[in-house]
């Protein structure tokens, strides 16, 4: 058994509360009544549609495949397809991350050069279906989607709810539906944000306690490796640690064999880290959306915003004069017809941050995460890749809402179902909807 744990001698003093923002500050339809109710009861209630970008031109290297998929993650099912096509996961591309408790459809791609659809055996499994296969030039990449269509049931509530439902989607179809990251960012323990702060920071043991260490939040499946870890019998402690947690086991391995804490994190696999420290950009974006909705500035543009332009995600600054002119094509036109947002920061080494107000909430936000805009510089060196940033909506459109009430076998619910744009989450839209930590489910 190896020595206890050392202090990390970079170690920062830990956040005076380190579940911020993870959950809505406040609601932009505070006037209209929650429905109550839960979420994910079951996979069937939550069902998502990805809207793919790119249509297959039937000839390529890269076979296309629309996957359903039911009770797996999308990096689960990364696994699953890189095992049935004999491809490295790498070879395996996504433009999205979709839901674990749900039933989802998504475009993913293959690299299997000089072999189709049809080289392969079916796909033998009862939570994944392959819909339809086709070929192309190019893989899925991240991002490359329109959006996703939901259709997601609310349990637990009174039929007659129908009516707060119907009148919170009209507020949110007028003003916008806030662009807020959804819990599941932030992992099953709520604390991948942190994780990510510390692998930015270089706190590579706390990084470790943060992902290992004994949590009220965890699994049962989880509780004895965990508490092996807390006793430094790292061996042990991966011997018990369920399998699919692959990130976790990775760190686990190496500790085992004497590694270092920096030694083992660096044995993740990128995308694994990259989640990680997405996580933490998110949850500081949601500190900035948090503060603007109880402002009520969602609903309109401020002097210095950075305002998003949704057709080419560029940004445009905004002046008080731009906002003083109100004729065809000014700023305030392009803002009332969703052509422009106010935008947030995912804070990044090449970020542009936004002025006067804006600006300072920006900085404010980042700075009650114990952190400053030079630590991604310095993250960039030390991890060997450039954490850019990037600007992010603080409000999207949510298209052809409905809602209706019913009854089924598990009793009475409310359905709503809505488009979102890419990177939207539809928990946010039911938060608003249902109001409260319920809403969450399953997750």
Known sequence: ???????????????????????????VTADVPPIGGVLKQRDEDFFVEEIPLIEPSGAGEYMHLFVEKQGLSTLDLVDVLARHFGVRREAIGYAGLKDK???????????????TPEDFPMLDRKNVGILWADLHHEPIRRGQLTGNRFSIRAREVSPAGIVHAQRALGALEQVG???RFGVQ??????????????????????ACDLMLASHDRSPPSQTDARMLYDESDFGGAYDLFPQNYRGERTVLRMLSSRKTPAQALAKLDKSVRSFYISSLQSCVFNAVLDRRIERGTLGELCPGDLAFVHEDRSDLPVSELDLADDGPGSVPARFDAFELSPSGPMWGSAMPVARENPGEDEHAALAAFGMEPGDFAKADKRLGEMLEGARRPLRVR???????????????????????????FATTVMDEVLKGDAARGHV
Do not use: W
């Open 1 to 27: 058994m190896s020595e206890p744990h050392a202090p990390d001698p970079q170690s920062r003093p830990p956040l005076t509360d380190p579940d911020p923002h993870v959950m809505p500050a406040a609601y």
């Open 101 to 115: 408790r749900a039933i989802t459809r998504q475009v993913v791609s293959v690299h299997a050069p000089g072999r």
């Open 177 to 179: 539906v806030p662009n």
């Open 185 to 206: 960012r932030f992992g099953y323990l709520r604390n991948n944000h942190l994780i990510g702060r510390a692998l930015v920071l270089g706190l590579h043991q706390e």
């Open 398 to 424: 949510v298209k052809d809402p409905e809602v209706e009430a019913g009854v089924d076998d598990r009793g009475a619910y409310i359905r709503c179902a809505f488009e979102l744009p890419r990177g939207a």
